[in-house]
């Protein structure tokens, strides 16, 4: 009897710290099974995908078919723009014959080149494609009066073949003829600036 009495405080001491100890072997049994694991209570979060890369389609045009030699001039009007061929002035160009596709070209720039005994000449400014793509026909000229309009026309020694991509700074030399004395107003087709003056004196 007495060794009962003495035992029955230690069981129930070791029943409490039993039941004490329970939740915290539950919460280890729980937490220390690896993800995915069988027997695992937490369900495996699957990663994120990573955001897509591939970029919406550019809108910068490719390149353009068409005739190169044809290559506008360039908005600068001057050299050293992108696709201008160096040089400090213009080349001088002399008409060819039999061209094909003949066209008008606008003008850049038109001067008085020279005025000798009622002799004038003028000079037409224009860029345009290199040779054989483009090439001077002539330059026409219009008289109205005492006024003068001149029309650059190019066209092409050959049709149907590639010539560089290249903007060309031209020059053209033609006679009005010879004036009588008097004041001349002479400008060029595309040339937006107010015609320039000539006078021929006795």
């Known amino acids: 009897m007495l060794h009962r009495a003495r035992l029955a405080p230690m069981t129930r001491r070791l029943r409490s710290l039993a039941v ?59 050299p050293g723009a992108s696709g201008v061929a160096p ?30 005994g009622g002799h004038v000449r003028v000079t037409a400014v224009w860029w345009s494609g290199p040779a054989p793509c483009s090439e001077l026909s002539e330059v026409k000229v219009d008289r109205a009066g005492n006024d003068f309009v001149l029309t650059v026309r190019e066209g092409a020694a050959q049709m149907g073949i590639a010539c560089p991509a290249l903007a060309v700074h031209k020059q053209a030399t033609v006679s009005l003829g010879v004036l009588p004395v008097g004041t001349y107003t002479v400008t060029a087709l595309g040339i937006d600036t107010a015609p320039i003056t000539v006078s021929v004196s006795g």
Do not use: K
Request: proline share 16%; net charge negative.
């Open 20 to 78: 004490g100890l329970a939740p915290m072997l539950l919460l280890v049994a729980c937490t220390g099974a690896p993800a995915g694991s069988p027997g695992s209570s937490a369900a495996s979060a699957s990663p994120s995908a990573p955001a897509s890369s591939s970029a919406a389609p550019s809108d910068t045009p490719g390149p353009v078919g068409g005739n190169p030699g044809l290559t506008p001039a360039p908005a600068s009007g001057g």
């Open 87 to 116: 040089g400090p002035s213009p080349t001088e160009v002399q008409p060819v014959a039999n061209l094909l596709n003949i066209h008008d070209v606008r003008a850049e720039a038109v001067f008085t080149t020279e005025v000798t």
